[in-house]
């Protein structure tokens, strides 16, 4: 089997407002320096889940030869943490997961000769949010699983609880009534859900509880933009509505879901609506994680429209 050649470093970011030196941690699947190809930046989702779940993008380089840029957002894994800002809404905002974007893409120095993102579920909205401010050198775009309403997602997942066993959403609502988001009780009850919605392979894959374990040691952003679970969204972006913004997104946009995705259609349809280069691709019997469950088929719906000289038009889906 050939070796696939990486690089792994770090890039030194002003963070606004940190007081301390922060770091974000990259590595590159492929040599940006010999492919033809325009690399792709992957967003992780949470925030803070980390990089390792989308380990399946690396399928991209290994069928299509598109290089792949992974990256920790500084706040998790192996990137600069600051856990001494729970809570802290000043610090934890789009501006700062952008800049931090921006400062990725010229460091590695690919804006000249161009660069596509993907970003999943949180990596997606901040995907589509930095795609609407139309950075030079950005091509296409990727939103898997992304909402482009936070509260069309929040509509969208109560739907899907309510076709809970009648046991599990008496627990959720109980627990949730209490403000108990630790208990096994809650736990189990959360993992009906999650098993149906979020990640239908079992066991989950050990990349996919990476990300589990990575919001477990540092859950700073999570619980400070998002709240205490994937259903139960309390904090700053609850009122976010990313689609707004979605007709200045000049780049080709490709929407991804999956059939049982917590990312229901219902906060997806947003996007469709209001991008002007867009394709939406609702993947079968899959969820949140469809680049696991479908993976084939993912790698071959986002290689095909990654591919130089495919064109999208604002009145296909599939």
């Known amino acids: ?36 190809e325009p690399p792709l930046v992957a967003l992780h989702g949470g925030p803070g889940a980390g990089h390792e779940y989308l380990s399946p993008l690396t399928d991209l380089y290994r069928q299509y030869g598109i290089p792949i840029v992974y990256y920790d957002q500084i706040g998790c894994g192996r990137s600069t943490h600051f856990q001494e800002r729970m809570g802290d809404e000043s610090f934890w905002t789009f501006d700062l997961f952008i800049r931090e974007l921006d400062n ?42 992304a909402p482009g309403s936070i509260p069309l997602l929040a509509q969208g997942a109560r739907d899907l609880l309510a076709s809970l066993p009648e046991h599990t959403r008496a627990t959720l609502a109980e627990c949730d009534r209490k403000g108990d988001h630790e208990s096994q009780e809650f736990q189990q009850a959360s993992k009906v859900f999650y098993d149906r919605h979020v990640c239908r392979l079992d066991p989950y894959p050990e990349d ?33 509505e990313g689609w707004k913004e979605g007709h200045n997104i000049e780049a080709q946009a490709l929407l ?22 867009v394709k939406w691709v609702t993947i079968e019997d899959a969820s949140h994680m469809v680049h696991w469950e479908q993976r084939e088929r993912y790698i071959q719906v986002v290689g095909e429209f990654l591919k130089p000289g495919t064109l999208v038009g604002a009145e296909e889906n599939a």
Not at 3 to 18: D, L, V
Not at 110 to 125: A, E, K, P, T, Y
Request: glycine content about 10%; some cysteine.
């Open 208 to 240: 996919v509880m990476c990300a589990f374990k990575n919001l477990k040691e540092d859950p700073t952003a999570y619980m400070t933009m998002q709240g205490p679970s994937e259903f139960i969204i309390v904090g700053t972006f609850k009122d976010w």
């Open 256 to 277: 991804i879901n999956g059939q049982y995705d917590e990312a229901t259609d219902l906060c997806v349809q947003p996007w469709f609506s209001s991008i002007p280069k």
């Open 1 to 36: 089997m050939t070796t696939i050649p990486t690089k792994e470093g770090e890039i030194a970011f002003e963070a606004p407002g940190a007081a301390k030196e922060t770091k974000t941690w990259y590595r590159i699947v492929g040599d940006l320096t010999t492919s033809s």
């Open 104 to 145: 990725l893409v010229d460091h590695l120095q690919i804006r000249d000769r161009g660069f596509c993102l993907l970003g999943q579920s949180w990596g997606g909205m901040l995907g589509g949010a930095y795609a609407a401010l139309r950075p030079r050198g950005l091509k296409k775009i990727v939103l898997s699983g």
